[in-house]
């Protein structure tokens, strides 16, 4: 079990998603940086879409009550245990009785929590995702609260050799982490690649020559359904009525004010408002990971080069999966 002593911000239970029901109007939600959230689970043995804990720009305060391999990704947010810092983006031991606690992100937004076998609250139709708005999965529908016991799976069992090592500290950082390559960073005037959507041609040449050529900054008014954004209004050539379509993660729309939203993992399943342009898959973590007030600029490539980069990006997981697996293989010979 895992004892919550305080919740951080805005914690919750996260795995890929709930997929199959949007043609009943339930949404996807799931872990908003997918990529720091299945390597998490990687480098603890788990599946990718075990269910691991998202934290969101101030972190929680939790107790182990059993030994436990974990694995903490995503934002940077300071994190220790038992008062000492520990590293992120690598597998760590924890003892019986310590405590994590997590800091303020200084890099990013949201971090993740991995821990072998999986955090293992009851499954709602297919995905143990919190799903805030209608209050299911996760913990009971809701964020974490003080006082939550969260249950954790059976790790495999050559992960139980490395569990036992842990004997009078209160962790153990195992000697390997996760190359640079894969670790998001943010920036000022962060670049977001677009593909422009069958739809940009209703918007007037002066509206998509801002969205291309001016910064946007994350409003306050943003959640997990989607980002506001401050800026250039971005009007229609011409008032058209639209029928309400699918939207996906990453999808950018634009109500009649002008202003737009970019919509993120607790979407809805169906928009009416024009799109302008789609976030590329490959960007997704990184737009995920950032605060409000951040600043951010748009860049448009082809559906081809999209491709490409999300190709190549789960080559990489996949790659960085079979060291994982060669690293623990490795040692038990």
Not at 84 to 101: E, N
Not at 227 to 243: I, V
Request: with cysteine.
């Amino acid at each position: 079990m895992i004892l919550i002593h305080k919740p951080g911000m805005l914690t919750t239970i996260q795995d890929k998603g709930r997929y199959g029901f949007q043609k009943q109007g339930i949404i996807v939600s799931g872990a908003m940086d997918q990529t720091a959230h299945r390597i998490a689970n990687l480098l603890v043995g788990n599946s990718e879409d075990c269910a691991t804990i998202e934290a969101t720009i101030a972190g929680p305060k939790l107790e182990f009550e059993q030994d436990a391999l974990i694995s903490l990704c995503g934002g940077e947010f300071n994190p220790s245990i038992d008062g000492h810092r520990v590293k992120q983006w690598c597998p760590v031991i924890v003892r019986k009785g310590s405590v994590l606690t997590f800091g303020q992100a200084k890099n990013g937004c949201r971090c993740y929590l991995a821990v072998a076998g999986g955090i293992q609250v009851d499954v709602v139709m297919g995905s143990r995702s919190t799903y805030l708005r209608a209050g299911i999965g996760g913990k009971d529908g809701r964020g974490l609260r003080a006082g939550d016991r969260l249950p954790i799976g059976t790790p495999a069992s050559y992960l139980q050799l490395y569990i036992d090592e842990i004997k009078n500290k209160s962790f153990i950082s195992l000697p390997w982490s996760v190359t640079h390559a894969f670790r998001t960073k943010v920036q000022n005037n962060q670049p977001v690649r677009v593909m422009i959507s069958h739809e940009y041609h209703l918007f007037s040449k002066k509206s998509q020559q801002a969205f291309f050529n001016e910064p946007f900054t994350i409003s306050s008014q943003s959640d997990r359904m989607g980002y506001r954004l401050n800026g250039p209004t971005l009007p229609l050539a011409e008032e058209q009525s639209m029928l309400s379509e699918a939207v996906v993660f990453g999808t950018i729309q634009v109500p009649s004010n002008g202003e737009p939203i970019v919509l993120l993992a607790d979407r809805q399943t169906t928009g009416g408002y024009p799109r302008i342009a789609q976030i590329a898959s490959v960007d997704l973590p990184i737009f995920a990971q950032l605060k409000p007030g951040a600043t951010i600029t748009f860049h448009e490539i082809t559906l081809e080069e999209a491709q490409r980069l999300y190709m190549d990006r789960e080559r990489a997981i996949k790659h960085l999966t079979r060291a994982i697996t060669l690293q623990y293989q490795s040692r038990i010979r």
